[in-house]
């Protein structure tokens, strides 16, 4: 092979390459949306039981089709408290078994029948032309994907195919088992993607190519990705709280020790290929995906009832930091998927909610009770709350600007929300402030309407425990309950008034005390709208995912 023909056959490898990482992006992309629900719920069933730990990561991975995304999500969920270590390391031994799907789909392309899957490019994207539906759309392009891994199969295998004696001689000088060790360590690296490398060496096997002697050569190589798959969750990991960095540490000890059981296996055992996949399986490239499977399937077994020991010796390699940050369920790895992140917002905006409600109790008694000195606590909790505000604002713009439309209307409505209970937090600061008039100004009042107002904001906090159930739990049917104490809060308000007039006549109270009275109902009644509006926006935005809309009387 001459210099030109060296060059013509790295482009169409590359050209290859890169077909098949674009169809790969959209199949995993497209099929994440579609199955947004079914990802939340497989990680919201996180346990203490290992068996369904790495069942999680394994299907997660199976319907991500990336080991690393999903080792970067399981890094994400430690950093913000979601799952511990002993749940993070079982999830990414599953993630690893659940990455073998795609050098199982690479594998199909050694049967003719593969040719024909080609046409799925044409019509996967003739289907997101012609369709309307977003969900039609997203099938288009998943049929398109899996067109376009083929397709890249292909074309990789006709750039070796054609210069098979150049490419031939290249590699039959590579046999060095630790040579290969790193060059798949190395390529792997540098691409961020296993399955691709992996698909490489399929491919090869297609064209009829082999590594070294043809035995367990190609083995070793495929050894070296499953330790260059960890690169990515460890550059995520720069940054991240002690944990994170203790869960991408676990991934990469796992991929290291397996690699290494696995490489004395092979060296002490030089015709193992020969005597167990190629007796097995008819085609070389079946041979390498089931040696894969069998590499992860092996690793997790061995290692999974061994889960306490990963953690401990993280924890022995990474110290505890003196200084820990603000608990927070927002962390910039759940973008990948921003089905996750937007479930982890969710969980920020109740976070929020407490964080407010809590500076709304505090103020409260300090007008009640007169004391001046819990007015600085409710302004500190009022403060925190801004600042948990304003994080999420943000991380909420920089989520939108990396989603689709299937995202859209749940972050049209996390934005609604957060502004709405981040009102409950400038109602308190306006009761700090009702306070301090009263004191300054010496205003006192009765006994009565220090009970009426008791009697207001018992309906607010239940008003609030209800709201509350119905975000998180997603319970709908409790909106009625919402809209009910909502009615009851607007009778309060005018009963409170008209009663407050009645002991002006009477002369029971100060015309002088009737602004802050007045405007310290007004609020607690404001208070009720917006969690009100907060119920019935989680409630629409369901109703519009399910192409109904949500009953009742409220409005945002």
């Known amino acids: 092979m001459d210099g030109q023909g060296l060059v013509l056959f790295f482009v169409r490898l590359l050209a290859g390459t890169g077909v098949f990482l674009v169809g790969v992006h959209l199949l995993t992309a497209n099929i994440e949306q579609l199955a947004t629900e079914r990802i939340r719920g497989l990680f919201s069933r996180t346990a203490d039981k290992r068996l369904v730990n790495a069942g999680v990561g394994a299907a997660a991975t199976a319907l991500i089709q990336s080991s690393g995304v999903t080792t970067v999500l399981i890094v994400g969920f430690v950093n913000v408290g979601v799952v511990d270590l002993y749940q993070a390391a079982a999830m990414i031994m599953g993630a690893n078994v659940g990455t073998t799907v795609t050098a199982q789909i690479a594998a199909l392309s050694a049967f003719p029948i593969t040719t024909y899957v080609?046409?799925?490019?044409?019509?996967?994207?003739l289907m997101t032309m012609v369709c309307k539906r977003d969900q039609a759309k997203k099938l288009g392009f998943i049929l398109a994907g899996l067109g376009l891994i083929f397709a890249g199969l292909g074309l990789m295998s006709e750039a070796m195919r054609d210069n098979r004696e150049g490419v031939q001689r290249l590699f039959e000088t590579v046999s060095d088992p630790f040579l290969l060790l790193l060059i798949g360590v190395a390529l792997t690296a540098l691409v961020q993607s296993s399955s691709a490398i992996t698909s490489i060496i399929i491919a090869m096997s297609v064209a009829g190519l082999t590594i070294g002697t043809g035995g367990n050569e190609s083995l070793y190589i495929i050894l070296g990705t499953n330790i260059g798959s960890c690169v990515t969750a460890l550059l995520s990991s720069f940054g991240a709280g002690t944990n994170a960095r203790r869960a991408s540490l676990i991934?990469?000890?796992?991929?290291t020790f397996g690699t290494a059981i696995f490489l004395v296996m092979l060296l002490c055992w030089p015709s193992f290929m020969e005597v167990t996949f190629q007796r097995w399986f008819p085609s070389a490239a079946t041979q390498i995906a089931?040696?894969?499977t069998f590499f992860n399937l092996t690793c997790t077994a061995i290692f999974l009832p061994f889960c306490g020991l990963f953690v401990k010796l993280s924890g022995l390699l990474v110290r505890d930091r003196s200084t820990a940050g603000p608990g927070t369920f927002l962390d910039e790895r759940m973008f990948?998927?921003?089905?996750?992140?937007?479930?982890?917002?969710e969980k920020e905006t109740l976070r929020l909610s407490d964080m407010a409600m809590d500076a709304f109790r505090t103020a409260y008694q300090s007008f009640v009770r007169g004391d001046e000195s819990l007015i600085d606590?409710?302004?500190?909790?009022i403060g925190q709350a801004g600042e948990v505000y304003r994080n999420a604002m943000n991380y909420l713009v920089r989520l939108s600007a990396q989603s689709g439309l299937a995202e859209e209307q749940s972050i049209s409505d996390l934005h609604s929300n957060l502004s709405?209970?981040?009102r409950i937090a400038e109602i308190a600061d306006n009761l700090t402030k009702y306070t301090s008039r009263s004191l300054k100004l010496g205003q006192e009042f009765s006994g009565a309407v220090k009970v009426e107002l008791g009697q207001m904001v018992d309906c607010v906090e239940r008003l609030y425990g209800v709201t509350?159930?119905?975000?998180?739990?997603?319970?709908?049917?409790?909106?009625?309950?919402?809209?009910e104490m909502e009615e009851e809060l607007d009778g309060y308000r005018k009963r409170l008034t008209e009663n407050h007039i009645q002991r002006l006549k009477e002369g029971i109270c100060k015309p002088e005390n009737?602004?802050?009275?007045?405007?310290?109902?007004?609020?607690?009644e404001r208070l009720g709208d917006h969690l009100t509006y907060v119920a019935h926006t989680a409630a629409d935005g369901a109703a519009l995912g399910r192409g109904e809309r949500a009953s009742g009387g409220g409005t945002v």
């Open 377 to 381: 606590p409710a302004k500190a909790r």
């Open 290 to 292: 089931m040696f894969h």
């Open 118 to 125: 080609q046409a799925l490019i044409f019509v996967g994207i």
């Open 251 to 255: 991934h990469l000890m796992f991929n």
């Open 468 to 483: 509350r159930e119905l975000f998180e739990k997603k319970d709908f049917r409790l909106l009625l309950q919402v809209d």
């Open 514 to 524: 009737s602004g802050v009275f007045i405007s310290l109902v007004s609020n607690l």
């Open 336 to 345: 990948s998927s921003p089905a996750l992140a937007i479930g982890q917002l």
């Open 420 to 422: 709405d209970v981040m």
